[in-house]
């Protein structure tokens, strides 16, 4: 389909392992957005990437958690020696910025589930 | 941090009824976004506002920028129970890397048959 691809859908692993999540964006968007949502909660910002733009890392919570954005399109979000307080959704979004302003459109997300 | 906070925290209605939500920020916004997430999918726009007073629809929703910039509202009109969701709002916050969108609180409406 057209629209933002996020793999795994679902990913359970021990405390202390390394996970990776994988975003593909629409084609032609210049932002990519992560953000992580604790059951029933709001949307919690991680990180920002904008064109050539350095990255705004602002809301990752710990040096555990790392992002890129290769080629400017994939984006892998990172989170090393995983804890169980890192169990949550994570959510990835593109969007297109037009003259009439921007438009987020987002993937299913990854439910992440740290033992 | 830039804060958008949405009231109420959570809504449970009869079926049929007339909802309103609002959204207010702090800061002056030039766009406001409406988004609707269902339980395990990620959140879909429902509406986007680019003009101070602007008064747009969507089917039976109506969403409303509000004069000041620093606020907007979302109506839905004879809820279903297919509008069971988390509702929130979204505005563009200036930073270095340009114009981030931030996101509200939420509002949980739950329908009741």
């Known amino acids: 389909g057209a629209g933002v691809s996020q793999s795994p859908s679902n990913k359970v692993t021990e405390k202390g392992k390394d996970v990776e999540l994988r975003c593909d964006p629409i084609?032609?968007?210049?932002?990519l957005y992560w953000y992580r949502q604790s059951l029933g909660q709001g949307l919690e910002f991680l990180i920002y990437?904008?064109?050539?733009?350095?990255?705004?890392k602002s809301g990752l919570p710990s040096d555990r958690f790392s992002a890129e954005r290769t080629g400017g399109s994939v984006s892998t979000l990172t989170i090393q020696r995983t804890q169980q307080e890192d169990s949550a959704v994570y959510l990835c979004?593109?969007?297109?910025?037009?003259?009439?302003?921007?438009?987020?459109?987002f993937g299913s997300g990854t439910q992440l589930s740290v033992l | 941090g830039q804060q958008l906070n949405q009231s109420p925290q959570s809504m449970f209605i009869q079926e049929g009824e007339d909802v309103s939500m609002n959204c207010t920020s702090s800061?002056?916004?030039?766009?406001w976004l409406w988004y609707k997430q269902e339980p395990g999918e990620g959140p879909v726009l429902l509406i986007a506002?680019?003009?101070?007073?602007e008064l747009t629809s969507n089917g039976r929703l109506t969403a409303q920028f509000g004069i000041t910039r620093k606020d907007s509202f979302l109506n839905i009109s004879a809820s279903i129970p297919s509008d069971v969701g988390i509702y929130f709002c979204?505005?563009?916050?200036?930073?270095?890397?340009?114009?981030?969108?931030?996101f509200g609180t939420g509002t949980q409406l739950k329908v009741e048959l």
């Open positions: 084609s032609g968007h210049t932002a």
């Open positions: 979004a593109s969007s297109l910025v037009s003259e009439f302003g921007e438009k987020l459109f």
């Open positions: 990437f904008q064109g050539n733009s350095a990255p705004d």
């Open positions: 506002l680019y003009k101070a007073g």
């Open positions: 800061s002056i916004f030039n766009t």
């Open positions: 979204a505005g563009p916050i200036l930073t270095g890397g340009g114009n981030k969108l931030t």
